[in-house]
């Protein structure tokens, strides 16, 4: 994981600007709820604005340790180093930057999820390793089971901290990872400290399923909402910054529905293998072959050991390969498909499949994603209904344009 500065965030620039002017105000709400799809950076975001937040360089950031050693200056009131550039983000270079940078700042607390049971001992061991992998990967990204959850001895420790001032900033900043997952007691200590006036704890709290959070505690934190990007832009930052060759980086650019984390957490030639097992799922589907299929899905499905994840993969893999269908019909050229591979066989089917029903297939699709996980957006929802209802008098001519990588068909 990249410990960057708010200009250099990917993507999300309203998101970049509105915290930007809050460090250029120095006006921090007590709590913030960064929420969004997972993947999309909002775990990135949380750790710049910390470091901007703690960057001794911002303008009226003086930090106790400046004022305790401020020398007295030949021009009065001069500040002892000079601002960043435009005052509303971290300077990258001062004492405290570089502290930030290697996560190893005292003021800046990191809380995230442990995998595994749920035992104690080895939480700190856990941590301990994570927050390296964190320091060495720029590409780290955190996978956790199911059941993870940040753990009671996390926040104890914790909250012994809060009990006292910042240690060398004027205020201590608490990133909690995915804080969806805490119990009960734990919300209970989160909020009594966020309620806490005039207190020198800014809390930045990230989840991708904000409706788990408590009620009690969303409606005391300031949100701030994270876009998918766009699979351009998930394919510039594969092929740049994570160095993935072009071919499986547009195969997981086009999978990772705006998500850099998820096109990283894909990677490694599996992606290739799941997707060509997907497809052979979908070709009794295609064929009409009813027995064939349902022994497909037996063979999917593992006798019940397939979970949900699984499941909207493979999905996710059809869409894809339906949408490139109708690409190629078009006339795309093999530079634009998710699926250059195996672009005969698109070719084939695209010859060979009416646009219309594919496009009622991937409806029909699309609608399944909803059932398993209700991540897609709620305009694309309502449109698909609609669409339904329209049933076969939906036109071929003039299809909508969208905004996310999913619905461009
Ligand atoms: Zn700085």
Avoid at 25 to 51: C, D, E, M, S
Avoid at 317 to 331: A, T
Wanted: proline residues 5%.
């Amino acid at each position: 994981m990249a410990t960057v500065t708010l200009s250099q965030l990917l993507g999300q620039p309203e998101v970049t600007a509105f915290l930007r002017g809050i460090v250029a105000r120095q006006r921090y709400a007590n709590a913030y709820l960064f929420h969004g799809p997972a993947g999309v950076g909002k775990g990135t975001a949380a750790i710049a604005f910390a470091r901007a937040a703690l960057c001794e360089r911002v303008p009226g950031a003086a930090t106790f340790t400046q004022r305790g050693q401020a020398e007295p200056s030949l021009f009065g009131d001069a500040p002892a180093s000079p601002p960043g550039p435009a005052g509303d983000d971290a300077c990258d270079e001062c004492a405290s930057c570089t502290k930030t940078a290697r996560l190893l700042h005292v003021d800046l607390k990191l809380l995230f999820p442990i995998s595994g049971p749920g035992g104690e001992s080895d939480a700190d061991e856990t941590v301990g390793e994570t927050l390296q992998q964190m320091r060495d990967d720029p590409l780290f990204t955190f996978q956790y089971d199911k059941a993870a959850s940040i753990r009671l001895s996390q926040t104890r420790e914790l909250q012994r901290e809060l009990a006292f001032r910042p240690y060398e900033a004027a205020r201590r900043v608490v990133v909690v990872r995915d804080c969806d997952r805490m119990r009960e007691d734990q919300y209970s200590a989160l909020l009594k400290s966020i309620e806490e006036p005039a207190a020198t704890t800014v809390w930045v709290l990230t989840t991708a399923r904000p409706a788990r959070v408590p009620a009690t505690i969303r409606s005391r934190c300031q949100r701030v909402r994270f876009a998918p990007l766009s699979e351009a832009l998930v394919l510039r930052f594969l092929t740049g910054r994570a160095g993935v060759p072009e071919r499986e980086a547009r195969v997981l650019a086009a999978l990772a529905g705006g998500s850099p984390g998820r096109a990283l957490a894909l990677r490694g030639g599996e992606a290739l293998k799941r997707r060509d097992a997907a497809i052979a799922l979908l070709a009794p589907a295609l064929s009409g072959d009813a027995p064939g299929m349902w022994q497909a899905v037996q063979r999917f499905m593992n006798f019940g050991r397939t979970g949900r994840e699984e499941m909207r993969r493979a999905i996710e893999y059809h869409l894809l390969w339906l949408r490139d269908v109708l690409r190629v019909r078009y006339g795309a050229g093999g530079d634009l498909l998710a699926f250059a591979d195996r672009e005969q066989e698109l070719r084939a089917l695209a010859a060979r499949l009416d646009a219309v029903e594919v496009r009622r297939r991937l409806m029909v699709l699309e609608e399944a994603l909803r059932s398993i996980d209700g991540n897609v957006s709620a305009d694309l929802t309502f449109f698909s209904t609609l669409s339904r209802v329209a049933g076969s008098r939906m036109g071929e001519g003039r299809w909508p344009a969208h905004g996310t990588a999913r619905w461009d068909y």
